[in-house]
């Protein structure tokens, strides 16, 4: 009976000591994922927070001034609300014009592309904080006349005073 209960002993304590390296395995793998699970949460709240940063950084303008060049070199130049239209700019450019009633396009330029959408706001159209667009007649026949000045420049200087 004596010798069963040495074995019986021993067997306990070889478990135990099984067990307790088994209990420390378990810990160290529940740290490393812990561990784990913080690097990913923090590097997530690190993420969001860069994206945060980097919308506070980014500048916001309201207005803008678009430059309209024309053919024969003249630049009209006007200054606009963020979010107005290019039918705004369009509108602008008609009213400054010796030849009201003729048909002209905007584009901007390289490559060319002409701004027919226009409902589209400014900022969306890339001529926010400032752009450069490019003046045209419609008809083509008539395109090469576009040399001279197109700008009803009396009118103009009074807007200037």
Avoid: C
């Avoid at 009976?1 to 378990?26: A, G, P």
């Avoid at 006007?78 to 905007?106: H, M, T």
Wanted: aromatic letters at 10%; a positive charge; charged letters at 35%.
């Amino acid at each position: 009976t004596h010798d069963f209960k040495k074995v019986i002993q021993e067997y306990d304590e070889e478990n135990k000591k099984e067990d307790e390296i088994y209990e420390e395995k378990l810990r160290e793998a529940s740290a490393l994922k812990l561990l784990g699970d913080n690097a990913k949460s923090q590097k997530f709240g690190n993420k969001r927070l860069q994206e945060y940063q980097k919308l506070t950084k980014v500048k916001v303008y309201s207005t803008t001034i678009v430059r309209v060049k024309f053919p024969d070199g003249l630049v009209l130049q006007g200054r606009f609300g963020a979010r107005e239209k290019i039918s705004d700019v369009y509108d602008f450019v008609s009213e400054n014009l010796l030849d009201q009633g003729r048909g002209f396009y905007l584009f901007k330029a390289p490559p060319k592309k002409i701004l027919t959408e226009k409902s589209v706001s400014l900022k969306k159209a890339d001529l926010v904080p400032s752009g450069m667009v490019f003046f045209q007649w419609e008809d083509e026949e008539l395109a090469e006349s576009s040399k001279t000045i197109s700008l009803d420049v009396a009118r103009l200087q009074d807007k200037v005073k």
